[in-house]
């Protein structure tokens, strides 16, 4: 077992934020930004450092609007349309509203049939799934609704050596699926629209960090290149239940106004389904940053089996209107 974890306290001398761990190997609340006023270089660079460090990051009681929302995201990078397949806030492109009853969640009959049942990487059937994740809450339930996240590092090294170097040298394909036949719902119509499937490595290599992370974003993985249905489903199962070990996760409990932050490059989340079972209602907002196409440990990289990649919210509207 290779049981040491490289993220074991922060003991990072951070001048101008303070960072507060919540778990020993996964998320941060960060204090001292207030993301409604200009944020100096130097603050960037150490919410950056935490921000890959901690893989999930919080900021409590920002209170943006879309437009705060939209001018902070690109303060780390380049925003995608809101959602690739589900679409986008009709006076902000790059916002995705998360509301209780969205498109992405109208087949959630088949979530709770496993513990793994729900968890993703954002959009990893694309060939370069977003780097990054921002997601501010609005409406938040008294209790209930909170996100998971896992750390994807964490899960690599909790594997054996033997495991590491198995699961090292296979690549597995991501996919959006919808139900089989005639579209359902709009959900499915919506994925059909835009179809998608990659493949990326199982493992692959933070270009930040240089950290190895167990690529397994369970929506959306189906498959394992190169073994019989039976190997790969067994393979998957195992490592499906292995990333979401709760020894790896953290749980957000969210207040109004709140933001997480997430590296989409080494976390895997949850969406909460305790929230159909209240009346409380539920709204966040959520802006994703274009990503890289992954490498792996042999530096062999994603390639798409189908669609074309998610470009920056500029690219994919004049694309729309060509
Ligand atoms: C998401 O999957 O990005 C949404 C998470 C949440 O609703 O808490």
Avoid at 180 to 207: C, F, I, W, Y
Avoid at 304 to 317: N, R, W
């Amino acid at each position: 077992m290779n049981g040491t974890i490289s993220s074991i306290g922060d003991r990072r001398d951070y001048k101008n934020i303070e960072v507060r761990p919540l778990t020993l190997h996964i998320g941060a609340e960060i204090h001292g930004v207030d993301f409604k006023q200009p944020v100096d270089a130097e603050t960037l660079r150490e919410v950056r450092d935490a921000f890959v460090k901690w893989k999930v990051v919080f900021f409590r009681g920002q209170h943006l609007d879309h437009a705060q929302h939209v001018a902070m995201a690109r303060l780390f990078g380049e925003p995608t349309i809101g959602h690739a397949v589900f679409g986008h806030e009709a006076e902000y492109p790059e916002i995705y509203s998360i509301a209780k009853e969205r498109t992405a969640n109208s087949n959630r009959a088949t979530k709770m049939m496993t513990p793994w049942a729900g968890w993703h990487t954002d959009i990893t059937a694309a060939v370069n799934p977003p780097m990054a994740s921002i997601l501010r809450g609005v409406t938040i339930p008294p209790y209930g609704g909170d996100t998971f996240w896992t750390n994807l590092g964490a899960a690599y090294a909790g594997l054996s050596d033997k495991m590491q170097r198995f699961v090292e040298g296979l690549r597995g394909v991501h996919r959006f699926e919808a139900s089989a036949g005639k579209p359902q719902n709009t959900r499915d119509e919506s994925v059909r629209r835009r179809s998608m499937v990659s493949e990326h490595p199982l493992v692959t290599v933070h270009p930040e960090s240089g950290e190895r992370m167990l690529f397994v974003s369970p929506s959306f993985l189906k498959s394992i290149v190169g073994l019989t249905p039976r190997e790969s489903q067994q393979v998957l199962e195992l490592l499906w239940e292995h990333v979401v070990r709760p020894e790896y996760t953290v749980r957000f409990k969210w207040e109004p106004g709140d933001i997480a932050f997430w590296d989409n490059r080494s976390t895997c989340h949850l969406a909460p389904t305790d929230i159909f079972q209240s009346d409380f209602d539920r709204q966040l907002y959520r802006i994703t940053l274009v990503g890289e196409p992954l490498v792996g440990v042999d530096g062999s990289r994603s390639s798409s089996i189908e669609g074309d990649p998610i470009l920056s919210v500029e690219t994919e509207l004049a694309r729309k209107s060509a």
